[in-house]
């Protein structure tokens, strides 16, 4: 991309990321959610920017981010004084490592992996790692940018190509496709193509298999992570012994 459009694309990054009116109440206190995530969990954030608006319509989702949680890395550089423990891609600063109290506000999701083997979840840790300095697709930020400015009734089986639209150099991360990337890396599934074949069994002629295709990383969008059948959501607050009888209740009156 040419000086001029790189110029332009930090400023449309200045206007997409600016946060929009409105509150949004963390359903998880920060000291659950750092209790409960653990490393290789992906972290879903509902965001409340521009950009996070255009990526919740085009994929009809609560979710507009995500991030790879890594656990406390106290040897990689602080930032703000905190140790980091979440690696994502952001539009400014490209893949970095943040604190996990960069959401400590945000509604959020953790889905977890299930049956990696601790050699799978140190490669998964260490794709993602390997990125860290590899710049946002600027490019991408044009596509999202004309669903800020006015929604078209897109169709929604279109919609996901939206996401994909950017220049496909592989240096110039998204959330989602850099997670995606990190987890097929080892062949761990998110939502592949599952088309059945003939499962050949001398004695059935009419047996199907599942045969699982590798769905391209650039249409991975972060609710993916939510619907897939291959990883876990689980609820910081179910994990504490939760008694629904001790709760505490406003008064009616």
């Excluded at 930032?79 to 979440?86: A, D, F, N, P, Q």
Aim: aromatic letters at 8%.
């Amino acid at each position: 991309m040419n000086p001029f459009l790189s110029a332009v694309g930090r400023r449309l990054a200045d206007y997409l990321t600016k946060p929009l009116p409105g509150r949004h109440v963390a359903t998880t206190s920060p000291e659950l959610l750092a209790e409960a995530l653990m490393p290789c969990d992906v972290l879903l954030v509902e965001g409340n920017t521009r950009i996070s608006s255009a990526i919740k319509y085009l994929t009809q989702s609560t979710w507009s981010h995500a991030a790879l949680y890594v656990g406390p890395q106290p040897d990689w550089p602080r930032r703000g004084g905190e140790v980091v423990s979440l690696i994502e891609a952001d539009l400014h600063e490209g893949v970095r490592a943040i604190p996990l109290s960069e959401y400590a506000s945000a509604h959020t999701r953790i889905c977890r992996p299930v049956g990696l083997h601790e050699q799978e979840a140190q490669q998964v840790i260490h794709f993602a790692s390997s990125r860290m300095g590899h710049r946002y697709d600027l490019k991408h930020i044009f596509d999202l940018a004309r669903y800020v400015l006015h929604t078209p009734p897109v169709p929604v089986k279109w919609r996901r190509r939206m996401i994909a639209m950017g220049s496909g150099d592989p240096t110039r991360a998204i959330c989602s496709t850099l997670i995606a990337q990190a987890f097929q890396s080892v062949h761990y599934p998110i939502l592949p193509d599952i088309v059945p074949q003939p499962a050949l069994a001398p004695d059935c002629d009419d047996c199907a298999k599942e045969v699982l295709h590798i769905r391209h990383h650039s249409l991975f969008v972060p609710r993916d992570f939510d619907v897939s059948p291959f990883f876990a959501v689980i609820k910081p607050r179910l994990l504490k012994n939760f008694d629904p009888h001790k709760l505490q209740w406003a008064d009616p009156d």
